[in-house]
């Protein structure tokens, strides 16, 4: 089945470092990648949608020059939290799809970033 | 806009009983529905996913969902339940020809020996 890989699973950095978190479909070219973020005990809110090769569709309250989004290739999308700071400490999770509409969105492990 | 409602936040089962989770969704002329499982520090597992046809729909795990127009709910059954079946278990749907998923809140389903 399709593989979604998301590197690193656990981060733990200081305040104002910034951080990349990588997305790899590894079975099959995804046009579109999303990236979710999770708080404890609650549902997936989506962050942005990226395709491959054009910039990416944010959703209303997050903010595009702070969590910066590159989907540079057909298996690769980076989600880079630029000086992250305590409240950005969350579960980061990406999924990748190939084909729009029917075609069910697969999911990597997460990352669970801490921010001291 | 889409919206989806996960009713329980919790449901407690003792091991090979039966078991639903249930799921309602706003009404749209055309959906998909999935549910996905998440175990702890994990990202979400594809159980089952209803795109059109029939509406019993069987998935991974002994899982399946029925797909309901009249009543707008997708709930997830699985007759006998393992311990190795406690996970958080999350509803989505799509609208027909939009990229995005929206999910419910959750339901934590915890299986005891």
């Known amino acids: 089945g399709a593989v979604v890989s998301q590197h690193p699973s656990r981060v733990i950095c200081k305040s104002g470092t910034s951080v990349k978190i990588e997305c790899r479909s590894l079975d099959f070219q995804a046009t579109t990648m999303f990236w979710y973020r999770q708080f404890p005990k609650q549902s997936l809110m989506l962050m942005a949608t990226?395709?491959?090769?054009?910039?990416?569709?944010?959703e209303q309250g997050v903010e595009k020059d702070k969590f910066l989004i590159n989907h540079a290739s057909l298996t690769l999308s980076t989600l880079t939290v630029t000086s992250a700071h305590p409240e950005d400490s969350s579960f980061y999770i990406c999924s990748a799809r190939g084909r729009p509409g029917k075609e069910p969105q697969h999911f990597g492990d997460g990352t669970r970033l801490s921010i001291l | 806009a889409q919206s989806v409602t996960q009713l329980d936040s919790q449901v407690p089962v003792f091991e090979e009983a039966p078991v639903e989770l249930r799921c309602n969704y706003s009404s749209s002329v055309s959906v998909y529905l999935f549910w996905y499982v998440q175990y702890p520090n994990q990202g979400l597992q594809l159980l089952l996913k209803?795109?059109?046809?029939?509406?019993l729909v069987k998935g991974i795990n002994g899982f399946e969902a029925e797909f309901n127009k009249s009543q707008t709910s997708f709930h997830l059954r699985k007759p006998s339940v393992h311990i190795s079946d406690t996970a958080e278990y999350f509803c989505a749907v799509s609208d027909d020809g939009t990229d995005k998923l929206i999910f419910g809140t959750g339901t934590r389903l915890q299986v005891f020996p």
């Open positions: 990226s395709n491959e090769g054009s910039k990416a569709t944010y």
């Open positions: 209803y795109l059109s046809g029939s509406t």
